[in-house]
């Protein structure tokens, strides 16, 4: 219930006391939210036949004391976890939720978040190809009987992507179902799509109960992204497959054979951490062997975060779980899904584009991209050129072309241009052409840089940079005074393949340092993740506009969404090729063998300014599959070896209780070492100068052998600017398969000089090679200095 001030200041005063009165009486319910509740499984009362039994009762406890006399109805159960997290999820005022957690028997009460989706050339680019008598593809079946959970918006599963065509039956270790639903039945399901499910409880408890006729109450997917994130990870070869004629070819997920199990936890008010945590729940319960998670939201405490408890118990069972870094870049900081037992997976482009050049009135050329499939602008021909910023009554509005914001007697069979922000870039498109525009230029602001995102448009338009756009605006100015007013139009290329340099770190993908523990670099690493094509549902244009009412079987978009499902399919294929490794060791591969050079023998650059990326960037580099297959050294890990580095984190052991479920002793971690000393292939200190004090840390890591039996391996040092590195010992000789050999790592920071307040961010490698395998681990230092 909102009320303004100016409604209040003119209620007659008796009027103004009982709306007072009516605001204090108002339910605390109203003020209600979901929480999470982590219970200790072994504490449920005997008195109690289940477990929900018990939850039910402790919440009617609550409600008599904690809830207003025109509330006595006890808080409903929305979920209730017994695989990953024993526990359950319910709404709860704040002090019926302060009481709950004083209760015997509870671990943690934490508060739900609502997250975000951070939304054909993919496989080759990456080496795979069907062709190659030896591989990752073909030694591990393409990924058959491995099954990836994907925990998004659902799934279009008449999708040829989707056939299960030459399959084996489902594994017999699947426990799973096919949830039916609307338009939905369970037949929908088949050898490929072996289990679909759907978790709404969480949302309607804060929204209501959903409108059906824009929802789908079922697994089906109503927004695209799950379908298009699905069919990246594990789709099968369909021909020919493009999106309104741009990328054709053959359109193939990374793991073709892999089985896929859909868990529809998004809607469209957002995904609830609630659902998210039962989706996690039933995945590991059903037996997948990886989870995709295309999600993201702020960073909080490990404790507090329901995608780092839920994916601590996945990883705890031997389910990797990747996840996408979010889309906040280029900024610093930015990056999500941090913890350490998350693959956190950045963005990197094609070496495809689909170029759309802007051409100005006065010959110049700008460069520019866009799937834009309708009636072109006709060849040879200039169309008068306006920015949009310059023609509205409200100069912010009509500059971001926001709905009802564009004139159109200003508007009318021009070409519009529009600054990037508030709605979708596709939405503003739509704007112009209400307006009667003809077409429309997008332009990054500053914040966006140059990196461009091509959109499947429903108006002639195409995206330029930051730089492009201020080129544009000063020549309207300069030709709007001159007897020549400006001109321009759009030249539509199609696909264009081969492009160098690249791969490049998308401008979008989030970057590090991590916000939460700066110690474990973040991103882990990068793969494809702009304009990338995919299946795509029947009842969503492909601009995903609700007035677009194309149909196309396949979709091209962009987002840290699109590169996590890339490394999904791939861990899904070494757990095939390599059975025993755990979900750290496939990390380890991946990093390890990741590589930092683009296709013109230069550093991977950043799109959004165009020098090199850092690690802070692109983290371990870029996935290499076939490298990943064989990489000889991995640094593996185990719970326990989590649950020391929280005791290293000082977190409490209630802290830790509730992401592990496992009772921490925390005096030996501690002594042990730091939190830098976790077995994990990336190496990052923070240093705190004070004056002309000593900086220098060490780190321990243990190899594990999974090459060839009798091998001695050589380091290499490439140590960051400003410090001296020094390895013991600088050769290890392994003499099996599976023997595991330890090192120390001395750093010492010898030349720095910062001014107060500023801080500095240097990056070298460890590597590790038997002349036959090399064993790469970035080595990062940040030293800072106080104000």
């Known amino acids: 219930m909102s009320i303004s001030p100016a409604t209040l200041s003119h209620l007659p005063l008796l009027s103004l006391f009982l709306l007072l009165l009516l605001l204090l009486l108002l339910p605390t319910s109203s003020l209600s939210k979901t929480f999470l509740v982590r219970v200790h499984h072994d504490s449920k009362p005997s008195i109690f036949p289940t477990h929900k039994h018990w939850y039910e009762s402790t919440l009617t406890s609550l409600s008599p ?39 015997s028997g509870i671990v943690a009460v934490i508060p739900e978040q609502i997250r975000k989706l951070e939304t054909t050339r993919s496989p080759e680019f990456l080496g795979l190809k069907t062709r190659d008598s030896a591989g990752l593809l073909k030694e591990s079946d393409f990924g058959s009987d491995f099954v990836i959970g994907v925990i998004d918006t659902g799934i279009w599963p008449e999708r040829q992507s989707f056939n299960d065509r030459d399959l084996l039956p489902v594994p017999s270790k699947w426990k799973g179902e096919c949830v039916s639903g609307k338009d939905f039945p369970t037949t929908s399901c088949n050898r490929k799509l072996i289990g679909a499910r759907y978790f709404s409880d969480g949302y309607e408890a804060t929204n209501g109960k959903m409108n059906e006729t824009t929802e789908y109450r079922s697994p089906r997917d109503s927004d695209g992204h799950g379908t298009h994130t699905a069919s990246i990870a594990a789709g099968r070869y369909v021909f020919p497959a493009s999106t309104l004629g741009y990328a054709r070819g053959v359109a193939a997920g990374m793991a073709p054979k892999a089985r896929l199990a ?97 051409k100005l009135g006065n010959g110049k050329i700008i460069p520019g991209v866009s799937v834009y499939g309708g009636p072109g602008l006709a060849p040879g021909r200039l169309y008068p050129l306006i920015y949009a910023g310059n023609e509205g009554s409200d100069g912010y509005s009509s500059s971001l072309c926001l709905e009802g914001s564009l004139d159109p007697n200003f508007v009318k069979n021009k070409i519009v241009l529009c600054d990037r922000g508030i709605n979708s870039r596709a939405a503003k498109g739509e704007v112009v052409q209400k307006a009667g525009g003809i077409g429309m230029i997008l332009a990054n602001g500053v ?5 461009l995102v091509a959109d499947c448009h429903v108006i002639p338009a195409t995206a330029v940079g930051a730089s492009s756009g201020d080129e544009i605006r000063k020549y309207i100015t300069s030709a709007s005074k001159s007897k020549s007013p400006p001109t321009a139009t759009i030249e539509f290329q199609g696909t264009r393949l081969h492009v160098r340099p690249a791969p490049v770190v998308a401008s979008f993908s989030a970057r590090g340092p991590n916000p939460e523990t700066p110690e474990i670099l973040k991103p882990d690493i990068i793969a494809p993740g702009l304009n990338i094509l995919a299946a795509w549902p029947d009842r969503v244009g492909p601009s995903g506009l609700p007035s677009d009412k194309r149909q196309t079987e396949f979709n091209i978009l962009s987002g840290t969404s699109m590169a996590c499902p890339h490394v999904s399919g791939l861990a899904a294929l070494l757990k095939a090729a390599h059975p025993e490794w755990s979900p750290a060791a496939i990390r380890s591969a991946l990093m390890t063998t990741a590589y930092t050079v683009d296709n013109r023998g230069g550093t991977i650059g950043d799109e959004s300014t165009g020098n090199s990326s850092t690690v802070m960037d692109f983290g371990a580099g870029h996935v290499h599959p076939q490298k990943a297959m064989d990489p000889g050294l991995v640094y593996d890990m185990n719970s326990y070896d989590y649950v020391d580095f ?47 004090r000593k900086m220098s840390t060490h780190f321990i890591r243990t190899a594990t052998n999974v090459g060839d039996a009798n091998a001695v391996y050589q380091v290499a040092v490439k140590p960051p600017s400003g410090t001296l590195v020094t390895v013991e010992p600088e050769k290890l000789v392994f003499r099996r398969v599976g023997q595991r050999l ?43 200095t106080p104000l």
């Open 742 to 784: 330890s090192f120390l790592v001395r750093v010492e920071a010898v030349k720095v000089k910062l001014s107060p307040g500023s801080s500095s961010t240097k990056s070298g490698s460890i590597i590790w090679s038997d002349g036959k395998h090399v064993v790469t681990s970035p080595l990062v230092i940040t030293m800072q």
């Open 65 to 103: 004391t904690t809830t207003t006399t025109t509330d006595q109805t006890p808080s409903r159960i929305i979920h209730t976890y017994d695989t990953i997290f024993h526990g359950f999820s319910a709404k709860l005022s704040p002090l019926q939720a302060k009481n709950l957690e004083s209760l």
């Open 646 to 692: 929280l005791c290293n984190s000082n977190y409490t052991t209630k802290n830790i209780q509730a992401i592990t479920r496992k009772n921490a002793d925390c005096r030996g971690a501690k002594k042990a070492g730091h939190i830098g000393n976790l077995n994990y292939p990336s190496l990052t200190a923070v240093f705190q100068q004070y004056g002309r």
């Open 447 to 451: 914040f966006d840089g140059e990196g």
């Open 262 to 358: 859909a868990y529809k936890v998004c809607w469209n008010a957002g995904c609830y951490d609630s659902d998210i945590l039962a989706a996690f729940d039933a995945a590991v319960r059903d037996g997948v062997d990886v989870v995709s998670l295309s999600v993201g939201g702020v960073v909080v405490p490990y404790y507090l975060d329901a995608i780092a408890i839920g994916a601590f118990g996945a990883s705890d069972a031997g389910v990797f779980v990747s996840a996408s870094a979010g889309n906040g870049g280029p900024g610093g900081l930015t990056v999500t899904n941090v913890a350490p037992w998350v693959t956190t997976v950045g963005a990197g482009t094609l070496d495809r584009d689909f170029p759309a050049n802007v």
